[in-house]
């Protein structure tokens, strides 16, 4: 009996050993991402981003010799549950850090909460409500719609255009682009001639451009997503209009070019540069970058989207911090976060700054125009 | 001015034509058994993706379009064989409801078949757009309308010709009756899903062209072809072109000459007149109370 008990009991204490020296905590990140529902576009390739990257870095020996582990909920686009879900990953999953929210409806709504605990948040959305005012543990990825249009109205502005024709969706994303067309105009001498909007699931919106034909506009531009943008841009050329026409980074897609077929001929819009990563120069510092993430999605997931890469900048902007906060203290890797400088994402050079919680300038847009069924840098 | 509003009417006409063909669909259904189908909408989105994916696989578009909407009455008789019939003898009520989970069932086997992506397919005939005074329009919206009438003529031809379409009418009036008389009210039922089944995909791949197709496109359409139906006298075909081509030329004129962000709330307000005023549509025959 006391052998038996004596061999228990060496069992045991190898056993703690054994996990002892094994089990350094993992780096748990913490995600909300809209994997269903209307945004699925969005949150799916963001989903499969983190899960590619964060395994691929365990492969590699993880972070500071901690494996990552990757906690994530699904919103279905639902604000509510984003909340709920992020008061879950603080208190009871007890996360490092958040990379996720991607609708700016669900980000808007998890701030406060974020704010309160005090843990580091990098957004996928991309209102720039999110970091203005500057909120002190609130960062993101990607472009905001802002950048946008000051893309086009630079394009405009070049080739002597001002007065402009919109023509917008009745979606957020729509509607938050049509309030930065306004707000932007007079700052680029752009006179706005015509504003009509439409559902986003109507089938025809002749009626909406005819009433611009026959206004004095010199272009239009239309801020949309899905397939509406597809129809507006082939009832463009049913009208038999021939003015520029300018899309969003919205359509970066190439379902955009299958839909809307030789109409897309001649559209021009800013877009992030994953998608014209072969055409950058070599002496581009993000083509290798790009090129390597291009690669990599696609090789499991089939075609790349830039929404995937907002993931993979917040991930890789949130393990660098880490790394060089040396360790996961939050407000260190809140500061570190901050301190972000020239790092290389794929959707262009981060700064951060206490004053820019995105770090991107215009410049991290390319004006690109649909040239034979694809797309090429404007020059 | 003038050459504006040819275009708005125009365009009211070829929306209008879209939202009768989805409409039309919904009659038969109604005919045979006094149910509003809400998977009317997913019929026509089944229809038009199978020939998306078939052509993709290599079909000549013809032959995809023949063989997506057999699919798509396949697809018809099977939900009624499954899902309505060993509901029988529910009420009306029940079996709306029971299309209604049909129809998101469907949507999710659409979803993971073919994903989120929205598709296209090609036009029939063309994208140069035809010249009609100062106005434009599509080959394509015209394949819609020159289909649309044709099919209205079948099917009312059908109804009021035939005897398998009077039995069709016979059931919905009096079931019992019906199968007193020696209808089989089952294979009439089934009849009528397989047939209304067809409808929406021909609707589905005719419109297809120009509003492509996604796994939840069946959702506005079917709204819309439904509203179209309602206006016009549910289960009377002809009312259902009247419905879809008036609610298109309100939507048309109200986005053109009004406001665009108001043709919506335009088209809606029109519906609940007409369903206020006239609440069996505008060419449905007044229901008799059965006693």
Known sequence: MKNLWQTTLAAVLLCASVSWASAAEPIKIGSVLTVTGPASFLGDPELKTLQMYVEDLNAKGGVKGRKLELIHYDTGGNAKDAVNFVKRLIKNDNVDLIVGGTTTGDTLAVIPDVEKEGIPFISLAGAVEIIEPVKKWVFKTPHTDRMAVAKIYEDLRKRGLTKVAIITGDGGFDKSGREQLLKLAPQYGVTLVADESYGNKDTDMTAQLTKIRSSDAQAIINFGLGQAPAIVTKNIKQLGITLPLYQSHGVASKTFIDLAGDAA????????????????????????????????????????????????DGLMIAVAAIQRAGGTDKAKVRDEIEKTQGFIGTGGVFNMTPQDHMGLTVDAFKLVEIRNGSWKIVQ | ?????????????????????????????????????????????????????????????????????????LVGLLLERFAIEPAQGASVVTTIIITIGAAIFLRGVALLLWGKDFHALPSFSGDAPIRLGGATVLPQSLWVLGVTVLLVGLVR???????????????????????????????????????????????????????????????????????????????????????????????????????????????????????????????????????
Do not use: W
Request: neutral net charge; proline residues 4%; charged residues 10%.
């Open chain 1, 265 to 312: 001929e001649g559209v021009r819009l800013p877009a992030a540069a994953l998608v014209v990563a072969e055409q950058l120069p070599d002496a581009d510092p993000q083509k290798p970058v790009l090129l390597a993430y291009k690669n990599k999605y696609e090789a499991k997931h089939g075609p790349v989207s830039t929404f995937g890469g907002h993931a993979y």
């Open chain 2, 1 to 73: 001015m003038l050459e504006q509003f040819l275009q708005f009417l125009v365009t009211g006409v070829t929306v209008g034509s879209l939202y009768a063909l989805v409409g039309l669909g919904f009659a038969l259904i109604y005919n045979a058994s006094d149910v509003v189908n809400f998977a009317q909408g997913e019929f026509v989105m089944l229809g038009a993706m199978t020939a998306i994916a078939l052509l993709g696989a290599g079909l000549p578009l013809p032959l995809a379009a023949i063989a997506a909407t057999l699919a798509a009455i």
């Open chain 2, 157 to 291: 031809a059908f109804f009021n010709r035939t005897l398998l379409g009077k039995a069709l009418l016979a059931c919905s009036f009096n079931r019992a009756a019906a199968q007193l008389v020696g209808i089989n009210v089952r294979v009439m039922l089934r009849l009528a899903y397989g047939l209304s089944a067809g409808l929406g995909a021909i609707a589905g791949i005719l419109i297809a062209p120009i509003t492509f197709s996604s796994y939840e496109a069946g959702v506005m359409l079917g709204l819309k072809g439904f509203s179209a139906a309602i206006v016009g006298g549910i289960g009377n075909p002809m009312g259902a072109v009247a419905g879809g081509v008036l609610l298109g030329l309100l939507e048309a004129l109200g986005a053109g000459l009004i406001s665009s962000g108001y043709k919506d709330a335009i088209a809606f307000l029109f519906v609940l007149m007409v369903l206020f005023f006239e609440p069996t549509g505008l060419f449905g025959h007044k229901a008799a109370e059965r006693v």
